[in-house]
């Protein structure tokens, strides 16, 4: 088996900070490794790794890349044929107006395996017609405000894969928030309709690529899900 180690400095302390921030606080990643074990403590937890830490020259310090990498939210690829391997980070991407609406299709369209929304409003005749296009495909999990042109939704009950479900609480569920195969995520100001995604509206959205901010988010839809919405439009 290939063992990729990238070298590193002596210090084996790393903290890698988030340009984002949630809740107040910045999003941070910090690494603690021992020397001759392949087990690393990220965050507070064990992980292990595919190989131990090494010491070489007594200077240098060599750490799985792999592991690094995903560790810190980057995509790993090893060429072997070439040996190389190439280590990705995808920054985050900000639309105006109608020019998130091809990224976006494209995205829905390539989802592998699940797509969770949160949405005020969800009209739009093209992102519909994607997410039906995937349904028996690919799990999808929609939460709508009751706005009463949500019902008109043709998802709703297409599915046992594709569920739809309406907030349940006098709040509006002002949202509008997408996460894709648990890993992209879409925030913003843009409601998914003809107005929101077509240049109507002006509208400001990203697209975020970051594990670690899809986890959080996860963890709040699956609160609002279980607890704060009906199968049933109230």
Not at 156 to 162: A, E, F, L, Q, V
């Amino acid at each position: 088996m290939n063992r990729m180690l990238v070298f590193l400095n002596v210090v084996i302390l790393f903290l890698f900070m988030s340009s984002l921030v949630f809740g107040n606080q910045p999003l941070q990643t910090t690494i603690e490794l021992s020397l001759d074990s392949n087990n690393a403590i990220v965050n507070g937890a064990n992980v292990s790794m595919e190989a131990p830490v090494q010491m070489v020259d007594g200077n240098v310090v060599l750490v799985p890349a792999k592991f690094l990498a995903e560790t810190i939210n980057c995509s790993y690829q090893y060429n072997s044929d070439s040996k190389k391997v190439l280590i990705k980070k995808q920054n985050p991407s900000l639309y105006f107006d109608e020019t998130m609406y091809p990224q976006l299709i494209n995205d829905i369209k390539n989802a592998k395996k699940t797509i969770w929304i949160e949405m005020y409003r969800l009209m739009d005749a093209g992102v519909v017609d994607a997410l039906a296009s995937l349904c028996g495909k690919v799990q999808i999990r929609i939460l709508l405000d009751k706005c009463k042109d949500n019902i008109q939704n043709k998802l709703y009950g297409c599915s046992t894969s594709c569920l739809v479900r309406w907030k349940n609480q006098k709040s509006i569920m002002h949202r509008k928030v997408a996460l894709i195969d648990d890993e992209i995520l879409y925030l913003g100001s843009t409601n998914w309709t003809k107005p929101g995604l077509h240049g109507r509206n002006w509208e400001l959205s990203s697209r975020i690529v970051d594990r670690k901010l899809a986890d959080t988010f996860k963890v709040e839809f699956l609160n609002d899900w279980s607890n704060k919405s009906t199968p049933k439009y109230p």
